[in-house]
């Protein structure tokens, strides 16, 4: 048990007999009136987001969460499968859990899998990903009309506004919260 006040980004709650994860919270002190938490939440299997509101200080449920460091080896069908590193433990996630993860997922990528009585929660990813350019048009000179970025395809299959100066073959950093480019990879 935890109360609205040690609320976290992250963090599942269990409301009704079913797993909300807090997608975004904000504490709220009115001039008038009690405190309360302003909260987005996720539910962790049909993925729909519902704001909720609470009173400060009230108690609230929290699942016990197990996250694993894996990695992901190579998609099957439907499936990701990834291993877990200390196990060598094998395991199938359906793409309906990877979710937008797979748009930054390459071949023996490093990610942590969250399990709540092993059944997969999530697929958090490192905050950026180096990925290669497969395929982008030439960039023009003076061409402003697109502020400076052109859209280029990534190795995931995934697309991303870079600078005009980038081409095919340049690895580059990916945000994987927001999609967007971050800077050339340096390795």
């Given at each position: 048990?935890?109360?609205t006040n040690d609320l976290k980004n992250g963090m599942v ?101 969250a399990f709540h009585d092993d059944q997969v929660l999530a ?65």
């Amino acid at each position: 048990m935890a109360t609205t006040n040690d609320l976290k980004n992250g963090m599942v709650l269990v409301i009704d007999g079913q797993l909300w994860q807090v997608v975004e919270f904000q504490h709220v002190k009115p001039g008038k009136g009690p405190a309360f938490v302003r909260t987005k939440i996720r539910n962790v299997l049909s993925g729909k987001n519902i704001d909720r509101t609470f009173n400060a200080g009230v108690k609230v449920e929290t699942a016990t969460v197990d996250r694993r460091d894996m990695t992901y080896l190579y998609r099957d069908g439907a499936d990701y499968v990834f291993m877990d590193k200390n196990t060598y433990e094998q395991v199938n996630i359906p793409e309906s859990v990877v979710a937008d993860a797979a748009n930054y997922m390459v071949e023996n990528q490093d990610a942590i899998v969250a399990f709540h009585d092993d059944q997969v929660l999530a697929v958090e990813l490192p905050a950026t990903v180096v990925l290669e350019i497969t395929h982008t048009e030439p960039g023009l000179q003076g061409d402003r009309s697109s502020a400076g970025t052109k859209p280029a395809t990534v190795e995931t299959g995934y697309e991303v506004q870079v600078p005009l100066f980038l081409e095919e073959g340049t690895r580059i950093k990916v945000d994987t919260r927001s999609g967007e480019y971050t800077g050339r990879a340096n390795d």
